[in-house]
């Protein structure tokens, strides 16, 4: 992994090397004048692919959960690494001693002070922006003893299954019929002894993969779905220069220090054994720099990240747009802390995941817990990633462009197996290698047909495929990169395309009709042309046909052409005598979710916004909807902002950032709404609607202040298509800088707030 980070790292300082000031971030630092008395007042740090929470506890102690985007058990959970306490004696946080914790957003790490005189005490904790290693640096006005240790839990085999039901969730395992449990049962934690530090891993010496693929009577298949669970290997290393290992589990200074620095490496392979892991850590460990050059270039990395792009709010007479900034600040910071990863972000926590029973006090499990498990919920998983294309933070797109590429022998699968199709199909909810969960496939199977979905909320849902081209598609218009379109969008497009082609087939009247289909997981019943699979294919198919000539055979583009001109018409519909979007050509109207899947055309497929005709359309259609929120996956704000519906926009916001848990003390602990905390879809959707309220980008034409309110006061950075960026700084109704467009193809401006004067 380090070798790509640093690739991206000096990407990133070559991006943003045009601009020299830099942004103010730093006044929106957030900082905390007392300790916290638990992990629900952590911090998150993180480099993209390593994260920790942190936090101080007045007893002379600060703590830390690691975590990574690839330490998944062998039940498919995403784990910690672990628990580490770190223990300051004479104790410098004792009550009434002066106290500062500050999340320094602009150098990328934890800062600490505590006591006063003698006793004067400063730590810094981050994650080496181009290294999976956490450093805890500190310094002293007088010497200190420090103490550090491992507190692991796993420390004997976890029944996930008993405490799952436990804790209130639908197992995603059973506990009836003719299976093996030892497959879902999770190995305990292993310490290593080593003469110098403190190392400890754990390793997948089973995996749920042999049972999903007999269950799901795919077992034939093994040869062409790998398994990424079995021999899987995480864990770290920890140690320091003066410190000595006092046990397995604990270091200690060798005397008392003014001065210490603290390193945990950390790996995650998969082999045969644990040897390779062993290689690995070490290489980790020898490779890592002093915390001094881990420090700088860390702070380097976070300086030139601010500076791709930003938006300040300021409300007059009010510190809601202090709010707004500090929540798009924060909510960035915990994305980019797990956006360059080897796996996409998880929607239902990311690697900043607690004790859940300061989430929900009826939840007693460990830390590795978080509702809805390990598997990745298309529909949920999308939505961090939309920021990014206006953030330009293009690098951490690739995660999840990469994992659903690298599942297309699964999506293969069950088109060919199960639907007897060609090509690919993503699957609502699928495990870490690709395949249905087996809870969705159904674990009782007593009249049910190979292949068919027992649950009934994604058994015919296909338009995840299509939603993921179209953000392929977005993501080379912003960066008008054509070796992505070779390596990632053509091959995906190819597979996608080739499975709607081949399982639907036109009617006597050349019409290709999508059915069997769902609206998503509102509408179940009679349901035909659904509108998330019509949108998608008109827009995917138009974006394919606009790609250059020579980078397509004449073969697939006359196919592209075949399919457009046979699908269906976007579905809509009179009522009260209007004409509004329709979730589906036909469909029975009873509903069982509460998504609104007749405004797909707007989000996330950008046909209708406010440069297009059917705009109207579109607004009533949104004032209509049966089902409305502000929170979690629900994108009513993002929805507003691209009709142009000010208000509506604005009070989205205003709600988001209000969304904290009230358990924790992280700002950005948003939900747990649907699902857990921190809710990454709440976050982002909070990105994306303040984004859109500032400029839309669309073809050639880029929007300002379309959805901005007149009497707030904005100064912002933002990418937009073609390859570009605009700044401009709008204060007091007017245009006190800009807007200027810096690179980029030449692009149509409108002015919203000029127009409507």
């Known amino acids: 992994m380090k070798y790509w980070v640093v690739v991206l790292c000096i990407w990133a300082w070559a991006m943003t090397a045009c601009r020299e000031t830099i942004p103010r971030v730093g006044d929106y630092d957030l900082i905390w004048d007392t300790p916290s008395t638990g992990a629900a007042g952590s911090m998150p740090v993180g480099n993209g692919e390593l994260g920790a929470n942190v936090w101080v506890e007045s007893d002379g102690d600060l703590l830390f959960y690691l975590s990574r985007t690839d330490a998944w058990s062998e039940t498919g959970r995403l784990l910690k690494l672990g628990k580490v306490r770190v223990s300051l004696s004479p104790n410098p946080f004792a009550d009434g001693q002066p106290f500062r914790q500050r999340l320094n957003l602009q150098e990328g790490r934890i800062d600490i002070e505590a006591g006063e005189g003698e006793r004067r005490v400063r730590l810094t904790v981050f994650a080496d922006a181009c290294q999976p290693v956490l450093y805890v640096l500190g310094s002293s006005n007088s010497p200190l003893q420090i103490s550090a240790v491992s507190e692991p839990w796993r420390t004997a085999p976890y029944d996930v299954p008993y405490e799952d039901s436990l804790a209130g969730l639908q197992t995603e395992w059973p506990r009836t019929g003719t299976y093996d449990y030892t497959q879902v049962i999770e190995s305990a934690d292993v310490v290593l002894p080593d003469p110098r530090n403190v190392l400890w891993y754990h390793r997948n010496d089973h995996s749920v993969y042999d049972l999903t693929l007999k269950h799901q009577q795919l077992d034939n298949l093994a040869d062409s779905i790998a398994d990424p669970l079995g021999g899987r290997t995480f864990g770290v290393c920890m140690g320091g220069n003066d410190f000595e290992k006092r046990s397995d589990l604990q270091l200690a200074s060798v005397r008392p220090v003014r001065r210490f620095g603290l390193r945990l490496a950390t790996a995650t392979v998969q082999g045969p054994d644990v040897a390779l892991w062993k290689e690995q850590i070490t290489r980790e460990w020898k490779a890592s720099p002093s915390g001094e050059k881990a420090l700088e270039r860390t702070a380097a990395y976070w300086r030139d990240y601010w500076k791709r792009s930003w938006i300040f709010v300021d409300t007059p007479g009010s510190d809601e747009g202090f709010r707004i900034t500090q929540a798009y600040l924060l909510q960035s910071w915990v994305s980019a802390a797990a956006g360059r990863g080897n796996y996409p972000i998880k929607f239902n926590g990311s690697i900043f995941t607690v004790d859940p029973q300061y989430t929900k006090a009826d939840v007693k499990a460990n830390p590795d817990y978080r509702m809805w498990g390990g598997p990745y919920w298309w529909q949920n ?146 349901v035909q042309d659904d509108m998330p699979c019509v949108a998608g294919l008109r827009t995917v198919l138009d974006g394919l046909l606009a790609l250059p000539e020579s980078w397509v055979d004449t073969l697939r583009r006359q196919q592209w052409r075949q399919m457009k001109a046979s699908l269906p018409p976007i579905p809509m519909q009179q009522v009260e005598g209007q004409l509004r979007f329709a979730p589906a050509g036909k469909f029975d109207p009873k509903t069982s979710n509460s998504e609104v899947p007749e405004l797909y055309a707007i989000f996330p497929f950008w046909r209708t916004h406010v440069g297009t005709s059917d705009c109207q359309v579109g607004i009533d259609t949104y004032r209509a909807r049966p089902f409305r929120g502000t929170d979690g996956w629900r994108q009513d704000g993002q929805m507003a902002a691209l009709l142009g519906l000010t208000d509506e926009a604005r009070d989205n916001v205003l709600a988001k950032i209000d969304n904290t848990c009230p358990g924790h003390r992280f700002p950005a602990i948003w939900g747990p709404n649907f699902d857990w905390t921190p809710d990454q879809d709440h976050g982002s959707n909070l990105l994306l609607t303040l984004q859109l309220m500032v400029l839309q980008s669309h073809g050639d034409t880029v929007y300002l202040l379309p959805a901005f309110p007149a009497d707030w006061n904005v100064d912002f950075r933002l990418h937009v298509r073609g390859g570009g960026v605009v700044e401009g700084i709008y204060r007091d109704h007017r245009w006190e800088k800009g807007p200027e467009q810096i690179g980029g193809r030449p692009l149509q401006r409108i002015d919203m707030k000029k127009e409507s004067r």
Do not use: C
């Open 381 to 526: 998983t999308r939505l961090p990633y939309y920021p990014m294309l206006a953030g330009g933070h293009f690098e951490m797109m690739e995660p999840l462009f990469r994992h659903y590429q690298q599942l297309l022998p699964s999506f293969r699968a069950i088109a060919r197996e199960y639907m007897g199709a060609e090509g690919a199909v993503i699957p609502e909810t699928s495990s870490i290698f690709g395949l249905y969960r087996n809870q969705d496939y159904g674990w009782d199977r007593q009249g049910l047909q190979r292949g068919e979905v027992k649950n009934m909320y994604i058994r015919h849902v296909w338009n995840g495929s299509l939603e993921l081209l179209s953000m392929m598609l977005d993501y080379y218009d912003y960066t008008g990169d054509s070796t992505f379109v070779r390596q990632r969008l053509l091959p995906m497009s190819q597979n996608v395309l080739d499975y709607f082609r081949t399982r639907f087939q036109p009617d006597d009247q050349g019409v290709r009709h999508i059915v069997p289909t769902q609206s998503l997981e509102t509408y179940w019943y009679d």
